[in-house]
């Protein structure tokens, strides 16, 4: 066989459009040839001939397996009433939980009412609700400014970068 044919054979086969003559031929005419053009191919089909002769699991595997296991009944596991009204119970507390927690209020969230005729004392616990919720405030811009400084040093690095490769 040609050069040529033979290459475009090989082409065709990486393709997957071979016939299973056409591979026949192919392996032919690969073992007639003696350049290392096509060695790759070549362990290639050989590794797949192997493969194929080296059958490691035959038919009567599985026949033995199944005589050792013998005619053994299935056993089923039951999941008595018992499972079902733990699962409703668990159910019912986790609803209950998620309610308790969605309608709870917190600190964040409470709203401080300011009158002309407060106490001393009543204005002291106002301004520490106050300075508790601007200090939450303040922690969570500071935690997202971390963040930004982050991203200011990756863009300060990119820029450094392209002043570099122009």
Do not use: C
């Amino acid at each position: 066989m040609e050069s040529h044919t033979l290459k475009t054979l090989v082409e065709k086969y990486w393709r997957g459009e071979t016939t299973l003559e056409e591979e026949k031929k192919l392996d032919e005419t690969l073992a007639k040839d003696h350049s290392s053009d096509f060695e790759p191919l070549k362990e290639y089909r050989n590794f797949l001939q192997k493969q194929k002769e080296a059958q490691v699991l035959d038919d009567s595997f599985n026949q033995e397996i199944m005589a050792k296991l013998g005619n053994q009944p299935v056993r089923r596991i039951s999941t008595g009433w018992w499972m079902k009204v733990a699962a409703a119970i668990t159910l019912l507390i986790g609803i209950g939980l998620g309610g308790y927690l969605y309608t709870s209020t917190s600190t964040s969230s409470r709203e401080i009412v300011i009158s002309e005729d407060m106490t001393e004392a009543e204005a002291r616990l106002a301004f520490e609700e106050v300075k508790k919720v601007l200090f939450t405030v303040s922690s969570n811009m500071n935690e997202g400014m971390e963040h930004t400084k982050v991203l200011g040093e990756f863009h300060k690095a990119t820029l450094e970068l392209e002043e570099t490769t122009n």
